[in-house]
């Protein structure tokens, strides 16, 4: 809805802006009647979280900042919702109702699950619950109030400013109201901030340490120029390092369109360039407002173009690294019930491209811009051990110099070529998201599962495919470990099964009776069933929560198809290495063997073939973060560029068992709340790396 058509309509709702309180009053009306023994006023002089009056410390165009509690419940928010119930004759509509007491103040004994982050990979089942005025039905792309409690818990403390530049619905200026933080939160949309400030109007909870003084100051204005001199509200923002955190969550690039004719408006830059830039001077105002060595909370997705991944949130965090950031935690957080879904469902198998079902959660801590640290390769590192240079020919023998430092930490272990499995069925005709989960199994690894799949939904029918394995050097690593991967790693494992019994047989309970041994013996047999038809290729088991064992042991007894030199090779395949291998030495000849690969598979892939390339972040022992996604996905774009090899797909990969449940937490007694790290130093404050990434990439010619 353009500007003209909502001043008309709220103008027909009987909204006015006519009247205009001076800064220190408050109307007459008893906004709270039932909750409050006042009868006409709250006791507030102002909207301002600095615990002062902004009359006594304000010039006079600051003022214009101030704003009476009233404010909060006179503008509406047009939704499907609100529309509805404001046709119904005598019916106020939602927006215009004062919200008076809420019937929580934080997460219920119920919700309390849902809070814990102990891991990089946050999944609530089901929808997740919210409690006191946040809601994910009145809002287009709010984001958890979970992931913003844990933010505001761990880096800031009681009292802290905080700083909400993409306020939307107000989640932010919610949660630091409930949690006693003071809050400044604008958005450049005036119906956000008209819904933020209805949704922030709820009363105080009576006896709790909740104060009017953290009341949230909720303003228009554009997160890109906060100390413009034609802006009132930049009286604010004019004292660098300023705040203690600042939340922010833009839009993802222009997946959900906020609005169609305001100037700014961050959704309206399709180009990725062009939001970047954009972004480029939010960052930057980030960065002046925020106090040396306090941490940024960003909440950010990825999009698509022409079938192709866009990675929205790799390119940003990429900003904020080169603009005086470091990049301290990356979360990613599985997303469900979108609206979109079923669009989405009837895309992907018309275009084959996988749904977005994550995001990312990233924390960034201020350093200062003398200690930027990029990590990019420098092309000096890229040359060092390749005989023709970075560009250059790279035979398979020769991607890894003999005798190099290279060649001492990181070997390639084989290099086997396969012919894809048949499938009994189209591959892009089963919807997948871009999260995949694996059951653990105690002989395959990981990895290996991984490129099974990867190769069930990536393959091509009268096609070979490659596998690569990727070894890390260690001085003092038992020679015996490492010939136990590859053995794992070529398929020999089913010596180790007992009794001829098959991998993924599962026990299934028997109470005693007759009737459940018969049940028992049914099931097993119905399994056994399904699992020749696996292997006889006649069905598929293609999911995003397959088993994967079946598929997995008849790909490696599979032979090259011949002849070889004919037989297109449609897909090459990296699995990752696991992070508990990693150490500090092992990240950069890691990369540039990465580079080398990369060379190797532009020129030997068929025309559409595919790379995959298996990566986990690292944190090295000195606790720094090494996302190796993005510094990856950057290498082989400096390496080969767009035009050669074009990212397809993106795929987050994590081990069942991460997600949280209904019993992880019991009762409130049980419950351990997130501390404050600030100031902290140690392992034990970062969460576990269990996630990995897999980057397909697409060769164009």
């Given at each position: 809805?353009?500007?003209?058509?909502?001043?008309?309509?709220?103008?027909?709702?009987?909204?006015?802006?006519?009247?205009?309180?001076?800064?220190?009053?408050?109307y007459?009306?008893?906004?709270?009647?039932?909750?409050?023994?006042n009868?006409?006023?709250?006791?507030?002089?102002?909207?301002n979280p600095?615990?002062?009056?902004?009359?006594?410390?304000?010039?006079?165009?600051?003022?214009?900042?101030?704003?009476s509690v009233?404010?909060?419940?006179q503008?509406?928010?047009?939704?499907?919702?609100t529309?509805i119930a404001?046709?119904?004759i005598?019916?106020?509509?939602?927006?215009?109702?004062?919200?008076?007491?809420?019937?929580s103040?934080g997460?219920?004994?119920?919700?309390?699950?849902?809070?814990?982050?102990?891991?990089?990979?946050?999944?609530?089942?089901?929808?997740?619950?919210?409690?006191?005025?946040?809601?994910?039905?009145?809002?287009?792309g709010?984001?958890?109030?979970?992931?913003?409690?844990?933010?505001?818990?761990r880096?800031?403390?009681?009292?802290?400013?905080?700083?909400?530049?993409?306020?939307?619905?107000?989640?932010?200026?919610?949660?630091c109201?409930?949690?006693?933080?003071?809050?400044?939160?604008?958005?450049?949309n005036?119906?956000?901030?008209?819904?933020?400030?209805?949704?922030?109007?709820?009363a105080i909870?009576?006896?709790?340490?909740?104060?009017?003084?953290?009341?949230?100051?909720?303003?228009?204005?554009?997160a890109?120029?906060?100390?413009?001199?034609?802006w009132p509200?930049?009286?604010?923002?004019?004292?660098?390092?300023?705040?203690?955190?600042?939340?922010?969550?833009?839009?993802?690039?222009?997946?959900?369109?906020?609005?169609?004719?305001?100037?700014?408006?961050?959704?309206?830059?399709p180009?990725?360039?062009?939001?970047?830039?954009?972004?480029?001077?939010v960052?930057?105002?980030?960065?002046?407002?925020?106090?040396?060595?306090?941490?940024?909370?960003l909440?950010?997705?990825?999009?698509?173009?022409?079938?192709?991944?866009?990675?929205?949130?790799?390119?940003?965090?990429?900003?904020?690294?080169?603009?005086?950031?470091e990049?301290?935690?990356?979360?990613?957080?599985?997303?469900?019930?979108?609206?979109?879904?079923?669009?989405?469902?009837y895309?992907c198998?018309?275009f084959?491209?996988?749904?977005?079902?994550?995001?990312?959660?990233a924390?960034?801590?201020?350093?200062?811009?003398?200690?930027?640290?990029?990590?990019?390769?420098?092309?000096?590192?890229?040359?060092?051990?390749?005989e023709?240079?970075?560009?250059?020919?790279?035979?398979?023998?020769?991607?890894?110099?003999?005798?190099?430092r290279?060649?001492?930490?990181?070997?390639?272990?084989?290099?086997?070529?396969?012919?894809?499995?048949?499938?009994?069925?189209?591959?892009?005709?089963?919807v997948?998201?871009?999260?995949?989960?694996?059951?653990?199994?105690?002989?395959?690894?990981?990895?290996?599962?991984?490129?099974?799949?990867?190769?069930?939904?990536f393959g091509?029918?009268?096609?070979?495919?490659?596998?690569?394995?990727i070894v890390?050097?260690?001085?003092?690593?038992?020679?015996?470990?490492l010939?136990?991967?590859?053995?794992?790693?070529?398929?020999?494992?089913?010596?180790?099964?007992?009794?001829g019994?098959?991998?993924?047989?599962t026990?299934?309970?028997?109470?005693?009776?007759?009737?459940?041994?018969?049940?028992?013996?049914r099931?097993?047999q119905i399994?056994?069933?399904?699992?020749?038809?696996?292997?006889?290729g006649?069905?598929?088991?293609?999911?995003?929560?397959?088993?994967?064992?079946?598929?997995?042991?008849?790909?490696?007894?599979m032979y090259?198809?011949?002849?070889?030199?004919?037989?297109?090779?449609?897909?090459?395949?990296?699995?990752?290495?696991?992070?508990?291998?990693?150490?500090?030495?092992?990240?950069?000849?890691?990369?540039?063997a990465?580079?080398?690969?990369t060379?190797d598979?532009s020129?030997?892939?068929?025309?559409?073939?595919l790379?995959?390339?298996?990566?986990?972040d690292?944190?090295?022992?000195?606790?720094?973060?090494?996302?190796?996604?993005?510094?990856?996905?950057?290498?082989?774009?400096?390496?080969?560029?767009s035009?050669?090899?074009?990212?397809?797909e993106f795929?987050?990969?994590?081990?069942?068992?991460?997600a949280?449940?209904?019993?992880?937490?019991?009762?409130?007694?049980?419950?351990?709340d997130?501390?404050?790290v600030?100031?902290?130093?140690?392992?034990?404050?970062?969460?576990?790396?269990?996630?990995?990434?897999?980057?397909?990439f697409?060769?164009?010619?």
């Amino acid at each position: 809805m353009c500007e003209t058509c909502f001043n008309a309509a709220h103008s027909l709702q009987g909204g006015s802006h006519d009247k205009q309180a001076p800064v220190g009053t408050l109307y007459g009306q008893d906004l709270f009647a039932d909750d409050n023994d006042n009868s006409g006023q709250l006791e507030v002089v102002a909207l301002n979280p600095f615990g002062s009056s902004l009359v006594a410390d304000m010039e006079p165009q600051r003022q214009q900042q101030g704003a009476s509690v009233e404010d909060y419940t006179q503008s509406i928010y047009f939704t499907r919702e609100t529309c509805i119930a404001s046709n119904r004759i005598g019916v106020p509509s939602v927006s215009q109702q004062p919200l008076g007491q809420l019937s929580s103040y934080g997460p219920t004994d119920s919700m309390l699950f849902t809070l814990p982050v102990d891991s990089t990979y946050f999944d609530i089942p089901g929808r997740a619950p919210r409690w006191g005025s946040h809601s994910g039905t009145d809002y287009h792309g709010t984001w958890l109030p979970q992931t913003v409690r844990r933010a505001l818990l761990r880096y800031t403390t009681r009292g802290q400013r905080v700083l909400s530049n993409f306020l939307g619905r107000g989640t932010d200026a919610i949660e630091c109201f409930l949690l006693s933080r003071k809050c400044v939160g604008l958005d450049i949309n005036p119906s956000a901030v008209s819904l933020s400030q209805r949704n922030c109007s709820f009363a105080i909870m009576p006896n709790s340490d909740m104060s009017v003084e953290f009341r949230p100051t909720i303003m228009q204005g554009d997160a890109r120029d906060l100390c413009s001199k034609l802006w009132p509200g930049a009286g604010y923002f004019s004292e660098p390092e300023s705040f203690d955190h600042i939340l922010s969550h833009p839009p993802y690039k222009d997946c959900v369109l906020y609005s169609t004719n305001i100037d700014g408006d961050l959704s309206r830059f399709p180009g990725p360039e062009e939001f970047q830039r954009e972004m480029e001077k939010v960052v930057c105002e980030s960065w002046r407002l925020l106090k040396m060595g306090r941490h940024l909370t960003l909440g950010i997705g990825d999009n698509r173009a022409e079938c192709f991944y866009i990675p929205v949130s790799y390119q940003l965090c990429r900003t904020y690294i080169d603009m005086g950031f470091e990049l301290d935690e990356l979360i990613v957080k599985r997303q469900r019930y979108c609206q979109a879904f079923g669009l989405g469902t009837y895309l992907c198998v018309q275009f084959d491209f996988l749904m977005f079902t994550h995001e990312f959660i990233a924390t960034l801590r201020k350093v200062p811009k003398s200690q930027i640290d990029r990590m990019h390769l420098t092309a000096e590192q890229y040359i060092e051990n390749c005989e023709l240079g970075f560009h250059g020919e790279t035979s398979p023998s020769s991607m890894i110099g003999t005798g190099s430092r290279l060649a001492n930490l990181i070997t390639v272990k084989s290099r086997t070529l396969r012919e894809v499995p048949p499938s009994p069925i189209e591959r892009k005709g089963v919807v997948m998201g871009s999260v995949w989960t694996f059951e653990a199994h105690p002989v395959f690894l990981f990895s290996y599962l991984c490129m099974s799949r990867m190769v069930q939904r990536f393959g091509r029918d009268e096609s070979n495919w490659e596998q690569i394995d990727i070894v890390l050097e260690h001085a003092d690593l038992d020679g015996g470990q490492l010939i136990n991967a590859e053995i794992i790693g070529s398929g020999h494992s089913n010596d180790e099964l007992d009794d001829g019994q098959t991998d993924s047989e599962t026990e299934f309970p028997d109470n005693g009776t007759r009737a459940g041994g018969y049940e028992r013996e049914r099931q097993r047999q119905i399994q056994q069933n399904r699992e020749q038809l696996l292997h006889l290729g006649l069905v598929s088991e293609l999911g995003e929560n397959s088993t994967d064992t079946a598929h997995y042991q008849t790909m490696v007894a599979m032979y090259p198809r011949l002849p070889i030199e004919s037989t297109p090779l449609a897909l090459i395949v990296v699995p990752h290495v696991s992070n508990a291998e990693f150490k500090l030495c092992h990240v950069e000849p890691y990369r540039r063997a990465l580079v080398q690969m990369t060379h190797d598979a532009s020129r030997r892939l068929c025309p559409s073939g595919l790379l995959v390339i298996g990566v986990q972040d690292v944190r090295d022992e000195h606790g720094k973060l090494w996302p190796l996604g993005m510094l990856v996905l950057e290498d082989v774009q400096r390496a080969v560029g767009s035009i050669r090899l074009r990212l397809k797909e993106f795929i987050v990969v994590v081990e069942n068992g991460h997600a949280r449940k209904r019993d992880d937490v019991v009762s409130r007694e049980t419950f351990m709340d997130e501390e404050c790290v600030v100031g902290a130093v140690g392992s034990e404050n970062h969460v576990p790396i269990v996630h990995a990434y897999y980057l397909v990439f697409m060769k164009l010619k």
